[in-house]
């Protein structure tokens, strides 16, 4: 399963890296940084749960989860 | 259960009934708004929206997915007026709907200064229509802006009106703005923010009398008697929740819908967003009883939790989170996780930059031998990580570990640009 960002959207808000440390960081300069693109099954719970919370709207998730 | 009825077609009530159609609910959905608008985002209200050239679209939805993909009934543009709990109902205008799950979402009001609703150029700022009269008050020739009450929203405001050229002067009446939200020390540090960008924030003041002429505000009288002029003049000095629809439900209403920590406020009836008061039992041990947020992220996050619950009462389970949220100032963010506990004060370390000059820096909270809350303004990279650490009730030591581990990677990070700059 990959995750799209919005880059338009995203504004740095951080809300991902504080439920998916692993996958999302936001710089310094407030520039969101994606740790992998491709996501694992283990991954996924706090992945959705990220993307859900995003103020902005930024995220999604399309295709199927590698096993 | 066969019909889920959600009250409130905010943020919180758009998404209760996305959440239940998520997860395969077939039953009826109906969302029941107050407003005539779609579900529309806020925050932008007293940001973008005021300040940007072309005015954004701030709804979430087309019109088209509700009755398409979410198959949720709209009914929009008249409050709901009464509830039954016992023989579940809900009157809106004159119709009665039957419900087996009710979502309770219907938010909050902007307070006003009594006699002032009707002047021209005073406003507040908490609707769609409010932001579009505001807009044009801002953008149709005002030379000065003065905003009652420093707080979040006065201060975005307040910051807009600068961008737009204007003279801004903010009016607060206790000695520091945001005490209660950020401590004393952290609020002394956010006014330096408005003061370093031009504008006039008087604190310790009193607004005695709305001054006007011809029906239009000119200005307001303080407690000692200077007078402020203004041509436009913006309110914002807090919300009510929107409880009064349930005088004789039963429910228990007291500063919001007190619910238990499932948010179940009755039997079937659940509260989401910035109506509901719950005990967060994240907090139980440094800060007891119940509490309410207006954050946009726990309006989004109890929507869905009260819906799910809603449909489902059986699987309820306690909701706790770590508060958040954000406000743009100027061309900064100031970011906020956790809890500033009473008398924060002794309790707040600044692990990065400088607050006396109002940031960047970021500062970290203590109850107990807990963090509880954190601090940043312009500081991006930095409260989210001790999010983590608030939630998952982690000590003061670890904080100050992870403020040491970040202090040496910022460090680190600096002296690789400077190597690369210099090449
Ligand atoms: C100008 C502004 C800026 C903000 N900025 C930020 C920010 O930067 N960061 C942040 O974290 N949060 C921010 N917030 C807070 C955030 O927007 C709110 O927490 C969020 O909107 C709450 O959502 P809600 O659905 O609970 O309530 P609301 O958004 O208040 O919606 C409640 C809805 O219910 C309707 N309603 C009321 N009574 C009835 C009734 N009897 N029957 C039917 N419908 C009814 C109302 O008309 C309204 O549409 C801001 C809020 C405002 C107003
Ligand atoms: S939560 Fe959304 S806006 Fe914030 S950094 Fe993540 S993707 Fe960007």
Known sequence: ????????????????????????????????????????????????????????EALSLDGPIDA | M??????????????????????????????????EHLPYD???????YLAAEECPDPRYREEETFAGDLDVALLLGTPASALDTAGRTIAVGDRTLSWDGLVIATGAHARTLPGTEHLEGVHTVRTLDDAVALRAALRGGARRLTVVGAGFIGSEVGAVGRKLGLEVTILE?????????????????????????GTEVRTGVAVEEVLSSDGRVTGVRLGDGTEVDTDVLVVGIGASPATDWLDGSGLTIDDGVVADETLAAADGVYVAGDVARWPNALFSDVAGGTMRLEHWTSAADQGGRAARHAVDPAAAKPYETVPYFWSDWYDGRVQFVGIAPEGA???????????????????????????????AVDMPAEVMKYRRLIGGRKTWADALELAEQRRVQRAQKQAAKERGEGA
């Open chain 1, 1 to 56: 399963m990959r995750i799209n960002v919005d880059w338009d959207r995203c504004t740095g808000m951080g809300m991902c890296e504080s439920l998916a440390p692993d996958v999302f960081e936001v710089d310094d300069d407030g520039s969101l940084i994606l740790h992998t693109e491709e996501i694992s099954a283990d991954q996924e719970g706090e992945v959705r749960e990220a993307v859900a919370a995003c103020p902005t």
């Open chain 2, 2 to 35: 066969t019909h889920l009825v959600v009250v409130g077609a905010s943020l919180a009530g758009l998404r209760a009934v996305e959440a239940v159609r998520r997860d395969g609910f077939d039953g009826e959905v109906t969302l029941v708004g107050a407003e």
């Open chain 2, 42 to 48: 806020r925050p932008p209200l007293s940001k973008e």
């Open chain 2, 173 to 197: 009446a206790l000695e520091t703005p945001l005490a209660r939200a950020v401590g004393e020390r952290m609020g002394r540090a956010l006014t330096h923010l408005h003061r370093r960008h």
């Open chain 2, 345 to 375: 004060d002794e309790q707040i370390e600044v692990v990065a930059g400088d607050d006396a000059q109002g940031g960047p820096f970021t500062a970290i909270y203590r109850a107990g031998d807990r963090i509880v809350g954190a601090l």
